[in-house]
């Protein structure tokens, strides 16, 4: 399923290989990184450096509230403005709403669900500013009921590029979905999941604001849902780099969403549906294309757990707790790894940690309860430091320092020369993109190496964070 999105930047390789990650002396930004912090976290702190990230990853015109003091204004023309905004994708700078989209659902799914656990790290102001910075932009891209801007920048030009987005050029292609003639179910769905649980987080506090996302919601969904079809079978030749599996989990997450924020039973009856057209028990998996076992863990949550979706919990917990079988194995040091091509493994783990808190929110049974607890813990512990290093940056006992990200990697001041040279230096980075998860080691043991060239277990991306805030949230919520 995500061997496409493996090559959203291999490409690199025809610019260097991969280096050894020689040891350099300590830089401030370096002196940063290594921040001394308690074996097995402090989940308020790195909650709070988490939204720190998503403020690094914001494009368009930044507010004046702006805390990432090296970045600045980005791409405001995108689309002849319609899209000014969004967040970048990774340590690139294209705009890719797919990902995006089933990222902003995971938040303010744990923004809607896990609110004290936001309130209780003084986060919750934070979460509702990503999320409508996030909203906001879906709802531009969303130009008419069977039309959605799913995509802008090509990925060949962008990855061609090594430096500040600040100062990057050249056209920014946009890419429209006309969902009559080009169906988007899982584009649309996942657009439609994200605004559904925006209007959830603002239904209390900005109605108007929720129900103008709520609108959009039901929109994208019925539009994704009249005409069947993956996104990326339209534009492949730019879509490749998150290519989607399937489109039937999207559906049906996306109509679990909006009978969660309608209470409209209709919703409820084509979520059940959606479902049974497709095998979900063999899909185990919490991700940018795999959010079938949310579906069912919702309407477990909202009393109506059928036979199919109660089997497909089962298994989701079971694939992930006993991380053994299946294709899942353990590392010596605790790390539970998807049969996934070891491409961002922690990014799947801390998921599927999200996933198992939601199911121990409203789990009865406390065994059960503190066992999904317990998993979850185990794979947040694991990325916090409890292997006896920090896999996120700017956090604990030797985090990572050259974390595969573009602007990151260019020195003060702005004026100075950033280039392929800063991409193949040893030295850290000289930005601390604070909170940022890396992929992590690639299995099957703990080995990991610090080095920005290896992408696949250093690069940073708005997906890998998205679970990872939400089971911090978790955390603090349910223990």
Not at 17 to 41: F, I, M, Q, Y
Not at 167 to 191: E, I, V
């Amino acid at each position: 399923m995500l061997s496409s999105s493996m090559l959203r930047t291999c490409y690199l390789l025809v610019f260097a290989t991969l280096l050894s990650c020689s040891r350099v002396h300590a830089t401030d930004a370096e002196a940063l990184s290594r921040k001394k912090g308690p074996k097995n976290g402090n989940y308020k702190e790195v909650l709070g450096l988490s939204f720190q990230f998503y403020d690094a990853q914001r494009s368009g015109k930044l507010p004046s509230s702006n805390r990432i003091p090296w970045r600045g204004d980005t791409f405001t023309s995108d689309c002849d403005g319609v899209m000014s905004g969004g967040f970048f994708d990774a340590g690139d700078h294209l705009k890719l709403l797919f990902p995006l989209s089933n990222s902003l659902a995971f938040l303010g799914l744990a923004t809607s669900e896990f609110k004290q656990g936001m309130e209780a790290a003084g986060q919750l102001k934070y979460a509702q500013d990503t999320l409508r910075w996030g909203a906001d932009f879906l709802m531009k891209a969303h130009i008419a009921p069977n039309k959605f801007i799913g995509q802008v920048g090509d990925p060949g030009s962008d990855h061609a590029y090594w430096g500040r987005p600040e100062q990057q050029s050249g056209p920014r292609p946009c890419y429209t979905w006309d969902m009559s003639s080009q169906p988007a179910s899982d584009l649309a769905s996942a657009a439609a999941s994200a605004l559904a649980a925006a209007s959830l987080v603002f239904r209390s506090t900005d109605p108007r604001y929720a129900d103008k996302a709520l609108k959009h919601a039901k929109e994208l969904y019925a539009a994704a849902a009249a005409k069947e079809g993956k996104y990326s079978d339209n534009y492949s030749s730019v879509t490749y780099v998150y290519n989607s599996f399937t489109y039937r989990d999207d559906l049906a997450f996306a109509a679990t969403m909006l009978w969660k924020a309608t209470g409209d039973a209709s919703y409820l009856a084509e979520a059940k549906n959606h479902r049974s057209k497709s095998d979900f028990s063999v899909e185990s998996y919490v991700n940018w294309d795999a959010v079938g076992p949310l579906s069912a863990i919702l309407l477990k949550c909202g009393g109506e757990e059928t036979s199919e979706s109660a089997a497909h919990v089962s298994k989701f917990l079971s694939d992930w707790q006993n991380c053994n079988g299946n294709g899942y194995s353990k590392t010596p040091k605790g790390l539970c790894i998807a049969p996934l091509g070891g491409w961002g493994n922690l990014r799947h783990a801390t998921s599927a940690a999200f996933g198992a808190l939601l199911y121990a929110n409203c789990e009865n049974d406390s065994s059960k309860r503190s066992d999904a607890i317990k998993f979850a813990k185990s794979q947040v512990d694991y990325a916090l430091g409890s292997s006896g290093r920090s896999f996120v940056v700017g956090y604990g006992t030797n985090p990572p320092v050259r974390p595969h990200h573009r602007a990151a990697s260019c020195p003060s001041p702005t004026s100075s020369t950033c280039d392929w040279n800063n991409y193949n230096s040893d030295g850290p980075n000289p930005q601390v993109i604070k909170g940022a998860l890396v992929g992590g080691p690639g299995g099957p043991g703990d080995e990991y190496i610090d080095s920005r060239q290896d992408y696949r277990s250093n690069e940073v991306a708005v997906d890998f964070n998205a679970g990872f805030t939400g089971a911090l949230a978790g955390l603090l919520k349910l223990q």
